[in-house]
């Protein structure tokens, strides 16, 4: 019997999740659970590991070993089932841009087997409350970096998934605009929905996550509730603290103050 199964009750459970790329091994045997209705953030240096991660948890990528489970199902075996609870936002993923906004948003929308009125009716609200409302008949081609990063998230919510699964959803996207996210996140979360989103930037965990995970070259360093985790301190700190590799440059680059001169 598995010493350490699943959790059937949490959103999210990662299970001994390895993924390797030739000698680089991006997830090292990761476990995780994901409380049911939480803000979740996964937070890490660059390279760490957490678009592996998310990938492998979305059904996105197969791992080497290990297994994930979405509200109890499990992602290898019932990918179908599985993808159909969850809305996936993943960074850098090529979209149809030759499509209008409105019509990636409705595609997606019908991808997932709904009624096309009810597409047509969601993806309106979506572009109006993201603010692409006036660029909806843009092809996403000719999107600012901001603009297809909200027009991605739109994509990921049509359906009303039960979890949200975002990799860098702010990266690129202005503070109006992000403003806007956190208040459509915090009232997801508030109804029973679960967020999990991967970032680097500790003061944005920081202030719209209730959990977090602290994840460094392949492996959790530590995980629960955000005061947990911090333990008394600033959440960057923990993450310095857990994570190492802060450079101290002390005099080196003298040439760069302008007093030098």
């Not at 197969?62 to 290898?76: F, I, K, T, W």
């Not at 081609?141 to 027009?151: E, L, N, P, R």
């Not at 979360?189 to 930037?201: E, Q």
Request: net charge negative.
């Amino acid at each position: 019997m598995d010493p350490h199964p699943p959790d059937p009750d949490a959103a999210l459970s990662l299970r001994a999740l390895t993924k390797r790329f030739g000698a680089t091994t991006a997830a090292d045997g990761l476990d995780l659970d994901v409380p049911r209705g939480s803000f979740y953030g996964l937070v890490g240096p660059n390279g760490a590991g957490k678009t592996t991660t998310l990938s492998m948890a979305t059904g996105l990528l197969r791992p080497d070993a290990g297994s994930a489970h979405l509200l109890g199902v499990d992602v290898l075996a019932d990918p179908v089932r599985a993808k159909a609870l969850v809305g996936i936002l993943p960074d850098g993923l090529r979209l149809f841009d030759r499509l209008t906004g409105e019509q990636l948003v409705t595609y997606s929308g019908l991808l997932r087997g709904m009624e096309r009125d009810v597409v047509t009716s969601r993806a309106r609200e979506l572009l109006e409350a993201l603010g692409l409302a006036e660029a909806a008949s843009t092809l996403v081609v000719d999107y600012s970096a901001g603009m297809t990063k909200k027009v991605a998230l739109a994509s990921a919510l049509v359906h009303a998934p039960r979890v949200l699964v975002l990799d860098e959803p702010f990266e690129a996207v202005d503070p109006v605009s992000a403003a806007t996210i956190r208040q459509i996140l915090a009232g997801y979360v508030g109804s029973g929905g679960t967020v999990v989103l991967s970032s680097h930037v500790m003061d944005l965990v920081q202030r719209v996550c209730d959990h977090v995970a602290i994840v460094a070259a392949g492996r959790i360093r530590a995980a629960g509730t955000l005061e947990e985790v911090r333990g008394g301190s600033s959440l960057e700190d923990r993450f310095v603290e857990l994570v190492g590799g802060r450079t101290d440059v002390g005099e080196a680059l003298a040439w760069l103050r302008p007093s030098s001169g």
